[in-house]
Structure formats: C-alpha cells, structure tokens
C-alpha cells in the first residue's frame, strides 16, 4: 500500500520590495537618532579678543646687524639676558600666566643669537618659546 503525501499548495507573500522600504527606513531613523540629540543643552561659550592674546606674548627682535629688541625698545647685547629673565619673571608675577617669547629674527641673523634667545627662556623655566624668521 503505497500513501501519497498530499501536497497542499501555500500561499506566499512577495516581500522583496517591502524588504527595501524597511530597509531604507531603518537606515534613516539611524542616521537622524544620531544627529538629533535631546540631551544637548544650548550654552554660549565666551569670546577670545586678540588683544588679550597679544598681552601674554614678550616679543624679541633680532636684526641683520645682531642688535636685540625687547618689546620695541633696543637693548644692548650685554644686558639682554638679564634684562629677558626679568622680563620674563615680572610677566610670571603679574599675570600669573605663563608668557610667550616669540623671537622675530631676520634671515641675515645668527643662528646663534637665536639660540640665546631660546636658551635664557629656557633657564628661566617659565615661558614658551616661538621662534619665526622673517624675510
């Protein structure tokens, strides 16, 4: 005796395209989760005016003939290491902040007056240093 299974005929759903729509709409409810953050609270952050900036900076000049400027004023190469170091410990007690030597050097001037420049900031242990060299 020999059964047969009987084959009942299912229905199916065609869900290809429905596959799509579901798709593209997860890929959209992710990428504005992401962007729109309800816990983002809106505050106003202080503004930076540029003379503030350039009262923390002690500028330094040296010009092709090796003569040193402190500020504007010319200092006498025998001074300018003493006179750099108290600049430099006033600013420290003044403003309670550490100053920045820029050291503005022309293209004629000795490497190695730069080098002293950088080297008595250095022994002073309170100020950075930013050398640039112009034309």
Known sequence: MGFRKKHKE????????LNDILFILLMFFLIVA?????????VQNPKADKEGKARQNIMVSIDKQQQFYLGGKKVPSAE???LLTKTILRYKEEKRDTPT???????????GEVFRVMRVAKLVRYAKVFAQVDD
Not at 34 to 42: G, K, M, S, V, Y
Not at 101 to 111: E, P, R
């Open 10 to 17: 299912e229905s199916e759903v065609f869900t290809d395209s």
């Open 34 to 42: 992401t962007l729109a953050n309800p816990n983002i609270i809106p």
């Open 80 to 82: 300018f290491d003493s």
């Open 101 to 111: 030597v820029i050291i503005n050097a022309d293209t004629a001037a000795l490497y």
